[in-house]
Each structure stands twice: as C-alpha cells, then as structure tokens.
C-alpha cells in the first residue's frame, strides 16, 4: 500500500451522515438528538458552541504570544525604510503605520471606579456609545430583574498608568428595552442624549403596548450639586422604535428622527412640530448628514433610502431621493465625512461601501457575522479602519483603503446572545490628550485595547 495515500485518506474529513454527528477526537459518529432533550446532551447546538468555545480560546492564546495575522511583509523598518525612499505617501505610510498599530493592540481590563459603590460592575453592559470628543461614554446596562438603566462613564483616567475610570449612575430605571441610543446637541455639543424605547412587550415585532422616545441631559449624571440635577427633558410616546438620529445641519435645527414599524418620524424637540413619511418596510438604522439637512435610513426589506426633511410630507414614496437596496435586512449604515459614499450592514453579514453618486456599491467588507441581531458599524476615516462587532461576539478591523481584514479579536467571555461586546474605537479616549486604542465592554467588565 502506498503510504502517501494511506495519510491523505486520514486527513480527508469523515462523510456526513444524517442524524451522527462525527467526533475527530473519538474517531467514531454519535446520534444527534433533538435540542429539548434534556437526558443527552449531544446536540447540534452544544457541538457547535464547543467548537467555537475551543476557537476561541485557541485565539485568545494566540493574542498572549502576539501570534497576530498582519499584512505579509508588513512591518515598521520597511515602512520607514520606503517612506525614506519616497516609495511611500505620507498617507499611505500613515494608514499602514495604523494597521501595524491596531496589529499590535494589548487587552488590558479597566477597573471602574463609582461614588455609588452599587453602581459598578453590578449589571451587564448592553450599549456604549462615545460622544464626539470621545471624553465620556454613555452606557445602557441591563437590570437582573429585566429592563435597562443608564450610565456615564468618564474617560479622564484612563490615560494614567492605573487605567481607571468614573462612572456615574442616574436616577432613572426603565422597564422598556432600549433599542437606538445617540447623542444629541441641544443648548451645545453633546449636551443632551437622545434614546428610543420599545414597548414593554414585543412579540415578532408587534408592540402591545406604545413605546417612547426619550432626551435627557448629560448633566443628569454630574457629581456635582446632585440636588440641583435637571430631569428628564421630554419624552414622547411612539410606537415600536428601533432606531434614532439626531440633526447637527442648521436648517432642521433642534430635530431629531426615530425609524418606527412602517414608518420615519421627524420631530422638532421645540417647537413639537412633526413628519412623518410612511415606508413599506420597519427603518432599522438611520442618520443625518450634515452639509445638508438629508435623513439616510436602512430598512428591514433590504432598501436604503434619504428624506429631504425640508420637504411637506408626500402621499406614497415619490419623496425618496437616494435608493440603494441590500439582499437583507439593513442593521447600521454610517455616513462618510465627504458625504460621497455610504457603508451599510445587513443581516447576511454583508458590509457594503456605496458610491451615492452612482448608486453603486464599490466596496465589499468579508468575514463579518451576522444572522438577526441590530449590530452597529464603527468606522475611523482619520486611521482608514472600520470596526464591527459580529454576533459571533468577534470584533474584526478592516482596512477601508481595500477592505483587507487586518486582525479578528475573540471575546474575553464564552460566546452567547447576551455576551455580544459592544466598542468604541478612537484615536482620542478620554479626550484631545486621551490615548489611542479599542473600548469593549462586555458582561460587566470594560477592556481597554491600547496601541503598543
């Protein structure tokens, strides 16, 4: 017998049989058995989360000993070497010199510090979103008893050596799960933060019970003359919201828009004033751009679509402008600075860049994950990455000069759907002098990934 043959023949991987399941280890198959069966518990789902659990460990190893997948050939002494040759563009060399850096990124755990001691490390992180100066990070914490409260988290410390930060707890606990969350810029920049509610209960999408939009105040959460502390600004009762935005463009000053169930509501937070403009499909995701008062909005059905908000409500759609369509839900879309093109997320896991001039897409970002879940992108024009968080619960960083995937981060916390991390990216934490790197918080624990 040959011998070359005989180990091709155990390499080969072993035939699928319905209803076994094939264990490597074992070199035997075994009986799948349904997912309520509680007396085995050999099933599709446990075989699949044990072998992603063992890759994900593999590559938290590998992290340890900086076993990082970088660009062949990439590294600082040639960069510097052709940038010296002329070889290199000031741009190029400094976008590359980013992807070595995030390349080169140590997780380290923040210990978070509160005047409230009850306050810190007692419910799971949900949602964190930075305001612009990136100096504070508003948080969405799940309650153990069900519902959300909010929090700030100051980000002043977290260049010292001890690497930790502030949090500061409100006064307010919601029963309602909270969807959308942006910051808004109502007396001056980010001064307030604006957050929609769905109903109490929601099944397959059908509110019981309306839901609410909410605006509140930054200085809510002050450690100053807690006395003294505003309320909540305004709420409004709406129906199931699953998104929101607010205006930064003067000519639709003081508005915000939150994506409804078949419906985009425009609302002046001042005057009360309101539009709506009906939609065929429930908006997912939206935002404002900002050189003219134009609202992009992703849908359920796929299509991506902008609203002039200067323009009186219209019967039927001859009032959408741009019109771009994905082969599935639309879950995030984030406006470039130019306002040329647009990035969009679906529920297939596709990460789409459109040129809004052509109507066409010029960019495709692999290896994102995604099958039903609202799952937000993150993108740095300033260092050229993109960041996304899969429900694979892996944080992968593109480059959006070609869209080569520069490094995937496993989950410090075994994989689950409530174990989802959310991250802020940014060169500037904590502020004009602030330190460069990646936050993720996930469960109750916030990590800092910092440039080495």
């Given at each position: ?383 050229g990455l993109l960041i996304a968080v899969g429900q694979d619960c892996y944080t992968r960083i593109w480059s959006l000069q070609d ?50």
């Amino acid at each position: 017998e040959d011998p070359s043959s005989s180990s091709s023949m155990q390499n080969c991987p072993a035939p699928e049989l319905p209803g076994f399941y094939y264990d490597p280890e074992k070199n035997r198959y075994f009986r799948l058995l349904p997912g309520h069966n509680n007396h085995n518990p050999l099933t599709k789902d446990s075989i699949q989360h044990k072998a992603m659990e063992c890759k994900r460990l593999r590559l938290l190893e590998e992290e340890k000993q900086n076993q990082k997948t970088t660009r062949a050939g990439l590294n600082s002494s040639v960069l510097l070497q052709k940038r010296q040759l002329g070889l290199l563009s000031s741009t190029s060399y400094c976008r590359l010199v980013h992807e070595l850096k995030v390349n080169c990124m140590q997780r380290r755990k923040i210990e978070i510090h509160s005047p409230d001691s009850s306050v810190a490390g007692t419910n799971n992180f949900k949602i964190i979103v930075a305001d612009v100066a990136c100096e504070r990070i508003f948080t969405v914490n799940d309650v153990e008893h069900g519902g959300c409260k909010y929090g700030i988290i100051n980000l002043s410390g977290l260049g010292k050596e001890s690497l930790t930060v502030e949090m500061y707890d409100n006064l307010y606990f919601t029963n309602r799960k909270v969807n959308s969350v942006c910051w808004a810029s109502l007396t001056h920049p980010d001064s307030h933060f604006f957050l929609t509610h769905s109903s109490k209960l929601c099944l397959m999408g059908i509110a019981e019970t309306p839901g609410c939009a909410s605006l509140l105040p930054a200085s809510l959460f002050s450690s100053t003359n807690p006395g003294d502390r505003p309320g909540m600004l305004c709420s409004f009762k709406i129906s199931t919201a699953w998104s929101c935005a607010w205006c930064l463009n003067p000519q639709a000053d003081n508005c915000f828009s939150t994506g409804l169930t078949r419906r985009v509501l425009v609302t002046n937070v001042v005057t009360g004033h309101r539009q709506t403009f009906g939609t065929s499909s429930d908006v997912l995701a939206q935002q404002f751009a900002t050189q003219t008062p134009v609202l992009y909005n992703g849908c359920r059905s796929g299509e991506i679509f902008s609203i002039d908000v200067r323009q009186r409500n219209r019967k039927g759609q001859g009032w959408k402008a741009v019109r771009l369509f994905h082969g599935s839900a639309v879950t995030s879309i984030h406006l470039m600075e130019a306002e040329h093109y647009l990035m969009a997320a679906d529920m297939a896991g596709k990460i789409k860049l459109w040129d809004l001039r052509t109507a066409k897409c010029v960019k495709q970002y692999k290896g994102h994950h995604n099958e039903y879940a609202l799952l937000p992108l993150h993108v740095n024009e300033e260092e050229g990455l993109l960041i996304a968080v899969g429900q694979d619960c892996y944080t992968r960083i593109w480059s959006l000069q070609d869209a080569h995937l520069l490094r995937t981060i496993p989950s410090p916390h075994p994989s689950s759907k409530d174990a989802i991390p959310s991250v802020v990216f940014s060169s500037r934490l904590g502020g004009s002098r602030g330190v460069p790197g990646l936050l993720m918080a996930v469960k109750q624990d916030l990590y800092h990934f910092s440039y080495n």
